[in-house]
T-cell receptor, first 118, second 115 residues
Framework: GAVVSQHPSRVICKSGTSVKIECRSL??????MFWYRQFPKQSLMLMAT?????????EQGVEKDKFLINHASLTLSTLTVTSAHPEDSSFYIC??????????????FGPGTRLLVL | AQKVTQAQTEISVVEKEDVTLDCVYE???????LFWYKQPPSGELVFLIR??????QNEISGRYSWNFQKSTSSFNFTITASQVVDSAVYFC????????????FGKGNQVVVIP
């Protein structure tokens, strides 16, 4: 149980285009989802927290107009990188936390999306 | 503010040796959760264990064991008889018990198991 999927797993795009990444909780309802960014050989950096049906809360220094997050349902959150630039190239990972007590304190992570902006 | 320190960046061991990963944390909360995650080369974070602040019992799961000592704010992880498949980055993390349970990650330990 507690499986999270991400799509796509890898994307290459041209500078200036927008890229959408989907994060789905497959076997549980995720009241809260998180988006992280990870640079090579570094730890995970929390970008934003999204609760279903409300606006995402962004971490300091993360541009909300650049990284649009939509948590439209209890099983799906999307991250859109708008007008992507080479410096946005990174590994993006989502995680989900469920409402059920047994799993609500634990974040389960998706497999990540490698974004390369040319 | 919550902080997690994993001092050892890269650790190399020969297969079948034991390896211990240190994790020291800081928090003002009296109730919190501690985690260990494994990140193999594929990139996906695999959940290994969660421990709440009121449960100081050590835990063993197969070749993995964890030592939680609240007095020293440490939550160390030991891999016994390491195998090549254990090669990965291991992250220790701390979350608040209330609200959104945001995770504070350590910098990770890169474990390389040499056959």
């Amino acid at each position: 149980g507690a499986v999270v999927s991400q799509h796509p797993s890898r994307v290459i795009c041209k500078s200036g285009t927008s890229v959408k990444i989907e994060c789905r909780s497959l076997d549980f309802q995720a009241t809260t989802m998180f988006w992280y960014r990870q640079f090579p050989k570094q730890s995970l950096m929390l970008m934003a927290t999204s609760n279903e049906g409300s606006k995402a809360t962004y971490e300091q220094g993360v541009e909300k107009d650049k990284f649009l997050i939509n948590h439209a349902s209890l099983t799906l959150s999307t991250l859109t990188v708008t007008s992507a630039h080479p410096e946005d190239s990174s590994f993006y990972i989502c995680s989900a936390r469920g409402p059920v007590l047994a799993i609500s304190e634990t974040q389960y992570f998706g497999p990540g999306t490698r974004l390369l902006v040319l | 503010a919550q902080k997690v320190t994993q001092a050892q960046t890269e650790i190399s061991v020969v297969e079948k040796e034991d390896v211990t990963l240190d994790c020291v944390y800081e928090t003002r909360d009296t109730t919190y959760y501690l985690f260990w995650y494994k990140q193999p080369p594929s990139g996906e974070l695999v959940f290994l264990i969660r421990r709440n602040s009121f449960d100081e019992q050590n835990e063993i799961s197969g070749r993995y064991s964890w030592n939680f000592q609240k007095s020293t704010s440490s939550f160390n992880f030991t891999i016994t008889a390491s195998q090549v498949v254990d090669s990965a980055v291991y992250f220790c993390a701390l979350s608040e018990a209330w609200g959104n349970n945001r995770l504070a990650f350590g910098k990770g330990n890169q474990v390389v198991v040499i056959p």
